[in-house]
């Protein structure tokens, strides 16, 4: 073996306290552009299920045509990506966003 991957193999991990920190700061924000015709949710950063419930109240309070814009979306759960699934069957267009999110959203959809 390559010395230089057995010395990776065999090096402890080592876990950086500083990067679990900002990692369990990180939030969700949701910003809302609305032009009269059509009502834009863009989510920013880690969206988890405990976000769902104000994402829900704020689209049921805006326009039939409404965007979900994933393009900041740097994580999010499973529950997460069911929701956006219901989102895209009942009319919302979910945009942009890590490919990730939409192959997980497509493999939940055929479950």
Not at 8 to 33: D, F, G, W, Y
Not at 62 to 73: A, C, F, I, K, W
Request: with cysteine; aromatic share 6%; charged share 25%.
């Amino acid at each position: 073996m390559d010395p230089f991957w057995r010395e990776c193999l065999l090096s402890p991990v080592v876990v950086n306290t500083e990067e679990r920190k900002e990692t369990a700061q990180m939030t969700c924000k949701i910003e809302r552009h609305a032009d009269g015709q059509q009502t834009t949710f863009r989510l920013i950063g880690y969206v988890q299920a405990e976000h769902l419930e104000a994402l829900q109240a704020q689209l049921e309070s805006h326009s039939p045509r409404t965007v979900l814009d994933l393009d900041e979306v740097t994580l999010v759960d499973v529950e997460v990506v069911r929701f956006l699934g219901r989102c895209e069957a009942a009319g919302i267009a979910v945009l942009h966003g890590p490919p990730y999110i939409r192959e997980w959203i497509s493999r939940e959809q055929r479950q």
